[in-house]
């Protein structure tokens, strides 16, 4: 990781926008993880770490399931918003880098990665995983592709898909300039898990969020970090709200409308080899 991708999340407002608009992880990418797992763990569930946890949002679901959670990032700003914001006891955050897990050998139940695997050295990562990895433990790794919206008349899904593409594709062109964005768009094909047990599995994922939280949302992408830090003064979400309120033929203020957005996601999991 080279010391501009390493600053990418390391500032305290872009933590704590994070930590408001950022989804968490869809129950039911958790289930089919935790499903998969306890096919050759017996239960309770000892150790599962979340690597690349932001603020916590893949971690906060693993509660119910393991004795203990920690969630790593390389991120200060974003550790520290995980602890402000946990509610959570058997949760703790520590950072760390994803190619160097301060975890002793055979230690952890399950590793997850969502949303970040994109930024790492995959092959460090993965030698880290398998050394702190029980056997039979399984490693998760999953991203959303890119949001298309959805409403029962197909015109209107049509023009607020276009209205959103135009912001974060047109807008913010010049600013997703990192080749790892590739790998996350493309679904992971180009990484792998070594382990004779993967699979790549894929789901569709329907969240309902006000304008005023999808506008958030776009606010949280690392590309809108750096339009705004060149463009501090423009708008783009006022007339973009007008625009959706258009689209919608709502008279309603954005933060009491509510939209419907659809995403993939892929989702590459591995079982470390062990006994039957
Ligand atoms: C897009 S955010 C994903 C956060 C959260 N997992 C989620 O699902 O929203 C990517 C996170 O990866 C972290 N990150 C990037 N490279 C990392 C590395 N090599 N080791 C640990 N964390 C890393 C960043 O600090 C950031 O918090």
Redesign the pocket.
């Known amino acids: 990781?080279n010391a501009a991708?390493?600053k990418?999340?390391?500032e305290a407002d872009h933590a704590a926008i994070?930590s408001k608009y950022?989804?968490k992880?869809d129950p039911k990418v958790l289930e089919r993880v935790i499903n998969y797992l306890k096919e050759k763990k017996k239960t309770p569930l000892n150790v599962a770490v979340?690597?690349?946890?932001?603020?916590?949002?893949?971690?906060v679901g693993l509660a119910p399931h393991f004795k203990k959670i920690i969630g790593?990032?390389?991120?200060t700003a974003?550790i520290n918003e995980g602890r402000r914001v946990n509610t959570v006891e058997n949760i703790e955050y520590a950072v760390?880098?994803?190619?160097n897990i301060p975890l002793p050998d055979n230690s952890v139940d399950l590793v997850t990665?969502?949303?970040?695997a994109h930024?790492?050295?995959f092959n460090a990562?993965f030698r880290e995983v398998d050394r702190i990895l029980t056997p039979n433990g399984v490693l998760a790794v999953y991203s959303r592709g890119d949001y298309v919206l959805v409403h029962e008349d197909a015109y209107v899904a049509e023009e607020l898909t276009k209205i959103y593409k135009e912001c974060t594709w047109k807008t913010l062109a010049a600013y997703w300039n990192d080749p790892v964005h590739v790998t996350r768009q493309n679904g992971y094909v180009n990484l792998v898990i070594p382990y004779p047990n993967f699979e790549r599995v894929a789901m569709e994922s329907q969240i309902d969020l006000t304008l005023t939280n999808l506008t958030g949302f776009i606010s949280s992408f690392?590309a809108y970090q750096r339009f705004h830090r060149d463009n501090p003064n423009d708008d783009i979400f006022t007339p973009l709200h007008a625009r959706f309120l258009q689209a919608l033929n709502a008279q309603t203020l954005p933060e009491e409308t509510t939209v419907t957005t659809s995403c993939p996601i892929y989702m590459m999991i591995g079982r470390k080899p062990g006994p039957n």
Do not use: H, K, L
């Open positions: 990781m991708t390493r990418q999340f390391a994070y950022r989804p992880a979340d690597v690349a946890c932001g603020s916590g949002q893949g971690t790593y990032d390389i991120s974003q760390a880098d994803a190619e990665c969502s949303q970040a930024w790492f050295n990562f690392t």
